[in-house]
């Protein structure tokens, strides 16, 4: 896998323009999968080998705003952060999200919520099968990291996400105080990096899951620049925190990242029973989980169809990750 920490230098590594129109796919990907409450970006950026990268480099772009503020060398400081970063990934994949997002947000509602066992049929085989993306990346094992803690964490990591999926379906707000959707940004957003947990997920549980895509499908650009403005502060306070864990704490962290994929699984489980109504009306709460039951055959495929798309994807960033070893490998011998 080629998600290995970057190491730090004065610029971003030569990232090949081969690679543009794979970049644009993963854009789209993480896009759509931010779309689907349960799935998370970041698992897909994990899967298709970007997700380091993209870490490191939005912590560079929050560094570079920072040092331009407070200093020292404000503008130098700040480009110096800034030609760290890989704007060869970074951009394609903004593109590829906001195409996303903007072309199929309305189309992956009304998949999501009109066929809800088929679509959780699809995500639940993709994120079973990219549970084991974090464990293949896990590094070498040492004395401070006994094999019994490491499970003990899995453990804790995949029932706080368990609870929190069970928290979703709070009633729909209608029009939400523009406050509250700039924090409720600031906290999705967060959820988006965090491979496992679902910012539309979130958004769901606090029911401004449709209200959200509502305003992308109408063009609301007030709604979606207060939206925005809430996510760009929760990134530039969190992804610093994650890019430390990534850097010092591998091994904890994907372990960390792991349960979380795999609790995230109960707001994915294809057979649920309707969520509770309160006397507001509204559904509250997730619906309970159910044995199959009628739609058998479709979820089960469509979870093998999920899972496959994943094993494939792993499989082709392996040989990718391989092919530029060797490359590597023959380029530092030669000179």
Known sequence: MTNTPPNEADTAPKRSKALLPLDLIRGFLIGSAELVPGVSGGTIALVTGVYDQLIDSAAHVVSAAKTLVTGPN??????????????????PVL??????????????????????????????GLVAASIA?????????????PALLGV????????????????????????PPLIAVFFVASIAICALVVPGVSGSFFLLAVGMYSTTLRAVDSRDFGYLGIFLLGAILGLAVFVNILKYFLHNHRWWTLIVMAGLMFGSLRALWPW???AEVGADGEEH???????????????ILLACLGAAVVVILIIVEAKFASTKDQTDGTDSTAA
């Open 74 to 91: 404000r503008v130098s400081g700040a480009l110096a952060e800034l030609r760290r970063t890989d704007w060869f990934l970074v951009i």
């Open 95 to 124: 593109l590829g999200m906001a195409a996303a997002v903007f072309t199929i947000a309305g189309v992956m509602e009304s998949f999501v919520t009109g066929n809800p066992e088929l679509a959780r049929g699809l995500f639940f």
């Open 133 to 145: 993306v974090p464990l293949r990346m896990l590094p070498a094992r040492s004395t401070r990291q």
């Open 152 to 175: 003990l964490a899995f453990i804790v990591a995949a029932a706080l996400a368990f609870w929190m999926t069970s928290l979703a379906g709070g009633a729909d707000v209608e029009n």
């Open 272 to 274: 649920q029973s309707s």
């Open 285 to 299: 709460g997730a619906g309970a989980l159910l044995a199959p039951v009628d739609p058998v055959l479709g979820p």
